[in-house]
Every structure is written in structure tokens, then in C-alpha cells.
DNA sequence: ATCGTTTCTTAACTTAAGTGAACGTTGTAA
DNA sequence: TTACAACGTTCACTTAAGTTAAGAAACGAT
């Protein structure tokens, strides 16, 4: 499990047998069930994650209804707003599948960031990525329809489609659950003709 | 000039006099004419913008049409993800105004890293700042009608709808000019009565 | 000052998403 | 096993966005 996490990392720096014991022995790999919540909205928390294996879900509850807006999974990671800027949780985080997950939190970053500060770049390059691939995801959003979103997930990320219910998806991709349905059988009709 | 960015870094880290210094010297402020091309689609690039004064906006050319998909105002900086990939550029990115930039490239960057440690940390912190940021207004997109998009953003960035020509508005809120015309009217009809 | 372009608005029509409700299926828990 | 809740689909209806076209206003360049 150790490996896959040094895999990663090692496409952007390469670790020393000293800095692989140190994240090793921080002990921060934790396991969650399928369901189970990270974090609630309006709660305080210091806790990032980043998933090596499962998946997990950003939600909003608004008017009463879920509001699925992101999801993590292998070699994902999050760090919530409300860790970044001290305010209480606007949204959930949750578990779709049983997962295992990399937990982290400011102190811990600044204690190995000072021992080695090879760390804080990689964070750095990383964050660097995440924002610009984020970027480009909000830039295709924005430029595309629903039926285009869905049909992009569809070549981007195929695998989400069969692990996430549909009405998640469907906040995903900006709509309702009905109009997901809809859009769905409009396009097995254009492709059976 | 420079106090306004040293003002704005000053609610991150403090500087000394020695790496106010350092910044000035390596003289990376650039002026530019309204209308100015930074980056066109195709091109590859290394410069990242912060913007001192005035207003640069990203857009691409889709099915021949211009889709603005972000403006950068006094205080906010953009390296474009061509720079992070190192691929050619999918969009634009020009001068909506006369402004005053702060140009940077991943050299520059390195060898301050390399000597102000400090400026690596100021640039973590920013970028995860303005990842978790960009995530919450990806959300907010995702969970919003065209029509509270735009109030939203009346509430959020009032000088963007004096700044900005309604065109450009209308697609970094996901519609197109005339729906944007058509919802604004709406929305006065509403307040009269 | 004029010409031409760009920008913004309006309108009529088309298309697709939102809404509310019903129904069958699946999954869960008593 | 039954009962209930959650999920996905379908339908009829409403609302709003996309499309195409036209015209008025603002802006720039000559």
C-alpha cells in the first residue's frame, strides 16, 4: 500500500530510505468504511486526506437536498477549505466505498516540512498542478453543456460512472437526477440510429 | 507599486529589507496596453502573471467563438497550465485594461527559492490557498442557476460587472449574451413589482 | 464627421432542463 | 418475510436557456 503512495511520489521528487521511514513512521494510513462520514458541516477540522485506495465525497446539503460536488479517488487528495482557512465546514466529506486514506494536518506538514524541506516543495508542485488541472476542469464546465459534461466523464473518468449512483453523478454534473435519466436515453436513441 | 505588493505579502510572511530587495532587483514589473496579448492558443510559455494594476482575463476560441472563462483583478495571479505541463496552450490570455504586471517564470522562481527558502513557503501557502478557493467557486457554479450565478457574483465582484463588457460576462457564467440580456431583464421586472 | 465594427438588446421559435408525481426495483432492517 | 426507504426511470407540464435574426447604440479608426 506503502509503495503505491512512493510511486507517486517519486514522479516528482526522489526519497531517500531516511525520508520514506519518515512518512512511514508518522503512522498516518487510516481505514473507513464504506458510509462513513470525515467531516460534517459546520465542524472544525485540521484534516486532509488523500486516498490510496476507495473513494471518497465532497456534499453540500442545500434546501435539503445533497449537493454531491467532487469525488476522490486512487492518488487523489483533498485538503478542505475549512482546514486551509479555520472556518467551520460548508460542505460533508464522506466515503463511497471502504477506503484507505493518507490523514494529515497542518502540524504534522510543518514538523516534516522543517526536518525536510524537500516535502514542501513537493506540496508546493503539487498544489501548483492540482490548481491549474482545476482550472481547466471549471474552464470545461463552464464551455460545456450537460449532455457534452456527461459525455466527457464518460472518456475522462469512465470508472466513476460505475461506482457512483446516479443521482450523485448527477449533482456532479451540475443537473438533476431526472434530467441525467433523460439525457442518458437521448443519447442511447441517437447512437441506436 | 511595489508597497502594494509588499502589503499584500505581508499578510503571508514578513520580509526583510534584504528580500524586499531581492524582488525588486530581479525587475520582473511590466506594463501593458489594453487589449495586449499575453498568450495565444498553440504557444508555449513560461511566464505566469500577477497583476499589480488593471485586469487580464483567459478565454478560448470554440467553434469560432470566444469563451472568457476568468478575469484576474489587483491582487490576483494565474500561471497558465501550459507552464505547469509544459504543453502547448489551450487558451488566451489577454489585457481587458492598461495594466501593470508582475511577470514570472519557473527559472526566476527557482533560483529565489534557492536563496529565500521563505518564497517557496509564501508560494505553497498561496497556491493552496487559491486551490481551495477555486474549489469552493466550482461548487458554487455547480450548484447554482445562471441567474443566481449572476447575483451571486453582483454580491461577490461588482467591479467585474463595470469593468467587464457583458459578452464576456455572460460565458464566465456559463450562457450566452443574449440569455444573459434576457435574465437581467428579468430580474429588473422582479424588483419593480 | 463618417464609416464600419463591435456590443447590447429584443423578439420569435426551438430545445432542454426544472418540477412534481407516479411506479417498479433494489436494498436494508426489523 | 415483510415493510419501508432509497434509487432510478418515465411522464406531463413549466420555465429558462439556445438559436437565429434584426435593429439600436457605442466605439474606433480613418
Redesign the interface.
Known amino acids: 500500500m506503502q509503495d503505491l503512495l512512493f510511486d507517486f511520489i517519486s514522479k516528482y521528487v526522489s526519497l531517500t530510505e531516511d525520508e520514506k521511514n519518515a512518512i512511514v513512521s508518522v503512522d498516518i494510513f487510516r481505514s473507513f468504511k464504506k458510509g462513513a462520514t470525515l467531516l460534517r458541516e459546520g465542524q472544525k477540522s485540521n484534516d486532509g486526506y488523500f486516498v490510496l485506495k476507495g473513494c471518497i465525497r465532497?456534499y453540500?446539503i442545500?434546501d435539503g437536498e445533497e449537493?454531491t460536488?467532487?469525488f476522490y479517488t486512487e492518488m487523489e487528495g483533498l485538503?478542505?477549505?475549512c482546514v486551509?482557512?479555520k472556518t467551520p465546514s460548508?460542505?460533508y466529506i464522506s466515503c463511497l466505498e471502504d477506503s484507505i486514506l493518507l490523514v494529515s494536518n497542518p502540524e504534522i506538514e510543518a514538523e516534516s516540512?522543517e526536518k525536510f524541506?524537500k516535502f514542501?516543495?513537493l506540496?508546493?508542485v503539487l498544489?501548483?498542478?492540482?490548481?491549474?488541472?482545476?482550472?481547466?476542469?471549471?474552464?470545461k464546465?463552464?464551455?460545456s453543456s450537460p449532455e457534452q459534461r456527461y459525455l466527457n466523464l464518460l472518456q475522462s473518468r469512465p470508472d466513476l460512472l460505475q461506482r457512483v449512483p446516479q443521482h450523485q453523478l448527477a449533482?456532479?454534473l451540475?443537473i438533476k437526477p431526472q434530467s441525467l435519466s433523460r439525457l442518458r436515453a437521448r443519447i442511447m436513441e441517437k447512437n441506436k440510429s
Do not use: V
Request: charged share 25%; net charge negative.
Open positions: 465532497t453540500y442545500l449537493k460536488t467532487a485538503t478542505p477549505h486551509i482557512n460548508e460542505y516540512f524541506p514542501e516543495s506540496c508546493r498544489s501548483e498542478e492540482l490548481l491549474a488541472k482545476e482550472q481547466i476542469n471549471f474552464d464546465f463552464k464551455t449533482s456532479y451540475g
